[in-house]
């Protein structure tokens, strides 16, 4: 007896992977966001430029899925979770 399996996609399984990686990260940084007077400069330009490396990792993430026609569960609440940082 033999089963139909579909074809894997390496591809879209490893962007799927990376994608969600990035929203576990965009969850942290949303979380950590040094907006209270307490928070140092340096505290701030730390998360600045976790932001700034984030946000080119996420960008290329979405171009390598765009250009190999992988879809990315990119929903309203997760851009509006990236618009309060």
């Known amino acids: ?3 139909f399996i579909a074809p894997v996609n390496p591809d879209a399984e490893r962007l799927l992977r990376e994608f969600d990686a990035h929203l ?3 969850n942290t940084l949303a979380t950590l966001i040094p907006l209270d007077g ?3 400069v340096v505290d701030m330009e730390t ?5 700034d490396e984030f946000l080119t ?7 390598e899925a765009t250009e ?3 879809a ?3 929903t309203a609440a997760i851009g509006a979770k990236g618009d309060q940082c």
């Not at 990792?57 to 171009?63: D, H, I, L």
């Open 1 to 3: 007896m033999s089963f």
């Open 24 to 26: 576990v990260e965009l």
């Open 38 to 40: 307490a928070s140092s």
């Open 47 to 51: 998360w600045c430029a976790d932001w």
């Open 57 to 63: 990792n996420f960008g290329a993430c979405q171009a």
């Open 68 to 70: 190999k026609h992988v």
């Open 72 to 74: 990315l569960p990119l």
